[in-house]
């Protein structure tokens, strides 16, 4: 298993990360790797944490699964956290000079999940602020666009404005006092909106205000399982807000102080 990059990120690939809010970078994990990834999924699939979701909503067919900070309590997930190019690679996309683990994630759709991931950007779902804060998406499948690959409004991340978090299950659990994400299906002329095709191994880097979402996987025969690790860098601070998506523990940091404690360790530094 590769524990550093293959290969430099380039400085075009920088740009189209601060200029797009997305940028896809291919094979840079390699496939012992994503093996490793597969067998964990499936092992987290039988024994999940104690965030998971089922997120078909009533009268849908398939299965999304979503579990997240399985780190906190798998030694595989951790060894990926923390020893896999994942933080590097968001280290040199975003310029940080270093770079928390905010928290890790598996999104999964199982074939003919009609499910769909609402439009949405991540950061207002979250108890943290600041312009580097990341996402790597790495496939363990191939992913095409019937098999759910994720669709991104290109410089959506720079619109200046935050987003009432829908939620994936559909309801309204979350009450933050911000305006609703635009209808992006009825405008869908208006944007820039670029999907990927991705190998497993392929990853993409997206920035946490970029606007995204996805469709479900009609596939009957593929897969769509990705391990999804989120990263903050410099800038970022603790900013807790009421009703937002949980997490395992409150850090013991103060309202507006950098990342760093043990939720959100420093994975790695320049």
Avoid at 224 to 240: C, E, F, L, Q, S
Wanted: hydrophobic share 40%; charged share 25%.
């Amino acid at each position: 298993m590769n524990r550093t990059l293959p290969r430099a990120i380039t400085d075009e690939e920088r740009k189209t990360f601060a200029e797009d809010g997305i940028v896809v970078l291919r094979q840079l994990f390699d496939g012992d790797w994503v093996h490793r990834m597969r067998e964990l999924a499936e092992e987290d699939m039988a024994n999940p944490g104690k965030l998971v979701q089922e997120l078909v909503s009533e009268g849908g067919t398939g299965r999304f699964f979503f579990d997240t900070f399985m780190w906190t309590y798998n030694d595989g997930f951790k060894d990926f956290a923390f020893n896999s190019p994942a933080a590097e690679i968001a280290g040199q996309v975003m310029g940080s000079s270093k770079i928390n683990l905010f928290f890790d994630q598996l999104l999964i759709k199982e074939p003919g999940t009609s499910e769909k991931t609402p439009w949405h950007h991540d950061i207002p779902y979250w108890p943290v602020r600041g312009s580097q804060v990341c996402t790597v998406w790495l496939a363990l499948d191939p992913v095409t666009a019937e098999s759910g690959a994720v669709e991104y409004i290109k410089g959506s991340h720079l619109w200046g404005t935050q987003y009432k978090p829908p939620a994936f299950a559909g309801d309204d659990r979350y009450k933050i006092d911000l305006p609703k994400v635009p209808d992006i299906e009825s405008e869908r002329e208006k944007h820039e909106i670029v999907q990927f095709e991705l190998e497993p191994g392929d990853c993409t880097v997206h920035h946490g205000l970029l606007v995204h979402g996805a469709p479900g996987n009609s596939n009957q025969n593929l897969r769509r399982r990705a391990v999804v690790t989120r990263w903050a860098g410099d800038d970022a601070v603790y900013h807790p807000v009421d009703d937002i998506m949980p997490i395992m523990w409150e850090p013991e940091i103060a309202p507006g102080a950098p990342l760093d404690s043990d939720l959100w360790p420093v994975v790695w530094a320049r």
